[in-house]
């Protein structure tokens, strides 16, 4: 059973997330929160599995609330697709994004998914934010001196939005190989998973 916090400002929404995922028999949500700071608290006191963060909120917002978690997994929930507020979610340690107009079964796909301790990167909404609001500043990344050659291209095609069943198929090399590869990656650039590696990649000018 995965437990999950619904976090958003509005009455109405938190409702229907909360009806909609209680109505999944692997889903179940812990509690709800309006503000970051309520957010904070409650996953502190609850442990939830999954957190479905809103961006903008009163006294805290989404960005901060997500940097002070420790532990769960956040799912950042936003009205835009090209938003810099998101970015800075990315950057504080979400997992992923999720319009909020999207489907309800895409939405609990997305719960599932980062649950599993994968990151949701809709490779065309990622690429498209990350190249609009990251820029290198400066020509390595911590930790990229490193990398090995094989593992700056593995990283590249991560950021690219290529799955590892992609990358296997465009360097020839095995499942195992692959994983391998990323867990290099995200030991060796101090990422906690996909999502990070991206914006990594971005700002070290790989990609």
Same mark, same amino acid.
């Given at each position: 059973m995965t437990s999950v916090l619904i976090v958003d400002d509005q009455a109405l929404l938190r409702a229907s997330f909360r009806l909609l995922v209680d109505n999944e028999p692997d889903l179940h949500v812990v509690g709800?929160?309006?503000t970051g700071a309520e957010a904070v608290a409650l996953a $502190? $006191?609850?442990?939830? +599995?999954?957190?479905? !963060? +809103?961006?903008? !909120?009163?006294? !805290? +917002?989404?960005?901060?609330?997500?940097?002070l978690l420790d532990g769960p997994r956040v799912l950042v929930l936003t009205t835009f697709d090209l938003d810099e507020y998101v970015f800075g979610a990315l950057r504080a340690g979400a997992s992923g994004f999720l319009l909020k107009d999207t489907p309800p079964a %895409? #939405? #609990?796909?997305?719960i599932r998914v980062v649950? $599993?301790?994968?990151?949701?990167?809709?490779?065309?909404?990622?690429?498209? #934010?990350?190249a609009e609001f990251v820029r290198p500043s400066s020509?390595?990344?911590?930790?990229?001196?490193?990398?090995? %050659?094989?593992?700056?291209?593995?990283?590249?095609?991560?950021?690219?939005?290529?799955?590892?069943? %992609?990358?296997?198929?465009?360097?020839?090399?095995?499942?195992?190989?692959?994983?391998?590869?990323?867990?290099?990656?995200?030991?060796?650039l101090h990422a906690? +998973?996909?999502?990070?590696?991206?914006?990594?990649?971005? %700002?070290?000018?790989?990609v």
């Open positions: 709800e929160a309006g $502190s $006191s609850l442990r939830p +599995d999954v957190v479905l !963060m +809103d961006i903008r !909120m009163p006294e !805290m +917002d989404g960005i901060e609330a997500t940097r %895409e #939405l #609990l796909a997305a649950a $599993s301790g994968e990151s949701l990167l809709s490779p065309s909404v990622t690429r498209r #934010l990350i020509p390595t990344v911590k930790g990229l001196e490193r990398l090995t %050659e094989r593992e700056k291209e593995v990283l590249s095609l991560v950021a690219r939005g290529l799955s590892n069943a %992609e990358i296997m198929a465009a360097l020839h090399v095995s499942a195992g190989t692959v994983k391998t590869h990323i867990g290099n990656l995200l030991a060796k906690r +998973d996909r999502a990070q590696l991206v914006i990594a990649a971005y %700002e070290s000018g790989l």
